[in-house]
């Protein structure tokens, strides 16, 4: 029995939760020594080199982020299984992500390495918890995935000509744009508020926690007409962006 009402798999809260993790990402690239936050194929890459280099203080500079991100989803699966009364477990876990990311914003830049830890145990709880839109397994801290599946829901369209294919690569592609503008948003405020600017990626958060006690969209977000002449994908996207797919 579900004990508090609140919708975790919408549109809405997947684009806002994208931007966020573009914004995270291009923070700790750009702003606390070229680690990423999200992307762990990267750290652990650059772990291995600079392990084959014999630099040990700069694979542990890329091995914490990874330790932590598994940290993250294992904190993430221990909120779903003892579930909350008061609140969704995937309520607690954004909320939780948005304390982290401001304590952050307060790390100096000499800790940068905890910075980073603290920022890829963040988004390991953000991709553990939030892993379908409308019932599509779509990640909103990474685009690899993604891709995939859009460009394999794009090709399925080309050959079916079945609309719910395109509407399912406009939802991938939507949400890929999300991360996108994410990034290019955290660039933007990266360069006036410097290690204080993660503050917006909680401002996000916020706003996606309390946009999870709304019960949920309407079936009619993506709208095909019924006439055959034609059908409309509407994907809208948080914070000014919407893409919006006709196909004839």
Known sequence: MKS???????????????????FMD??????RDQVFANAQTGNILLFGVNLSEGNFAGALHYFLPVLAFVLGIA????????????????????????????????????QNIVANSLISFACGIQVESFRKIRGNGIATTMCIGNIRSGTQHLFQYMQSKDKEHLISAALYYGIIGCFVTGAIIGNFFIGIWHEKSILCSSLLLIISFIFMFIAGEKDNIFVISSGGSSAGAYFFIYLGQALVLHCR
């Open 75 to 110: 904190a993430a699966e221990l909120l779903r299984v003892r579930g909350q009364r008061m609140l969704h477990w995937r309520q607690i876990s954004v909320i939780t992500e948005a304390v982290i990311l401001t304590a952050v914003a307060f790390i100096p830049l000499t």
């Open 4 to 22: 508090t009402k609140q919708m975790s798999d919408s549109i809405r809260l997947g684009a806002i939760l994208a931007v966020s993790g573009g």
């Open 26 to 31: 291009a923070y700790s690239y750009i702003q």
